[in-house]
């Protein structure tokens, strides 16, 4: 069992404790200065507090606030060189948090399935401990990349939760304007991007050949995907990714120019 404190219980926060509240192996404590934030939180959380003393006192440490502010609840914890400091702030550098703590720092770009268990996070750091990854693994899967990676992946996998909502939604809407019952369409296209996903982290093959997979000859889904192939959606997807990285990356500047 580990402490953890997870400070900041806003969106992401509140998706990291009630992800790490269906294993109920750790003890967690909750902070935020707004008592609403905490009373969302207070079922899925061993304690709640607004101190950041408190919250000061767990082995890790999840910071989760906006990444302008992150710089000083950092420095206003004081935290030691035997604890860990996870920032979740997309766009703060290892450097400028290790100017402001003693502790290990470890960056980490989750996204908000942590709260169902199926995050895809991805972590950098030059000490990340087990008992982090341990930690991580219990809201998902975890990959190590370098730090200059973390504002495409910020892009790719803390971003691409609404990018992967939005193109849901566009399969479900076809689906309602052409008489499928809304709520059924609903199941029916989170349920394909469920069963998708699962297929590609399962399945050896690559892609394009589950696509083929799935086109029948002179069958129904080859017709969508003469579409999709003259279409301009891939480049369209690609400028989604750059935009949100490129923000990651002016995000970085402004944060280190503070
Ligand atoms: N929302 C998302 O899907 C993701 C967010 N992030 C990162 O997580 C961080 C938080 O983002 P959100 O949860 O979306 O923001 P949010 O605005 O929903 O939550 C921020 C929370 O921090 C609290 N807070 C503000 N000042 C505080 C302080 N001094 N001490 C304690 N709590 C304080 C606020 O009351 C609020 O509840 C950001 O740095 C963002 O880059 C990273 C990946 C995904
Ligand atoms: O939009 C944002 O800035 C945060 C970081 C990644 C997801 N949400």
Redesign the pocket.
């Known amino acids: 069992m580990v402490h953890v404190s997870v400070?900041?219980?806003?969106?992401?926060?509140s998706a990291l404790i009630r992800g790490l509240a269906r294993t109920g192996t750790h003890t967690v404590t909750a902070?935020?200065?707004?008592p609403q934030?905490l009373d969302s939180v207070t079922e899925f959380c061993s304690n709640t507090t607004t101190d950041?003393e408190t919250a000061a006192e767990a082995e890790i440490v999840f910071v989760?606030?906006?990444?302008d502010?992150?710089g000083t609840?950092v420095e206003d914890l004081d935290l030691s060189a035997e604890q860990t400091l996870v920032s979740?702030?997309?766009g703060v550098s290892t450097d400028v948090l290790e100017a402001r703590t003693d502790a290990a720092v470890v960056r980490l770009?989750?996204?908000?399935a942590a709260e169902s268990g199926t995050m895809a996070g991805a972590i950098s750091g030059t000490e990340i401990g087990e008992d982090v990854t341990s930690v991580l693994e219990d809201v998902g899967i975890v990959v190590e990349i370098h730090e200059e990676q973390m504002d495409v992946a910020t892009a790719v996998n803390?971003s691409g939760?609404a990018f992967v909502f939005y193109l849901l939604n566009a399969v479900k809407q076809a689906g309602i304007s052409s008489g499928l019952d809304p709520e059924k369409a609903e199941i029916l296209a989170a349920q394909t991007f469920k069963g998708a996903a699962e297929t590609v982290l399962r399945d050896e093959r690559t892609t394009d050949e589950l696509i083929d997979a799935v086109c029948s000859p002179k069958g129904t889904t080859i017709e969508g995907m003469n579409v999709l192939r003259n279409s301009s959606v891939e480049e369209t997807v690609a400028e989604a990714v750059a935009a949100a990285e490129e923000r990651s990356s002016e995000l970085a500047a402004e944060v280190a120019n503070e």
């Not at 400070?7 to 926060?13: E, K, P, Q, R």
């Not at 902070?31 to 707004?34: E, I, Q």
């Not at 770009?109 to 908000?112: G, T």
């Open positions: 400070i900041g219980c806003g969106n992401m926060g902070c935020d200065v707004d934030a950041l989760v606030v906006k990444p502010i992150t609840v979740i702030a997309a770009m989750p996204n908000l803390g939760p």
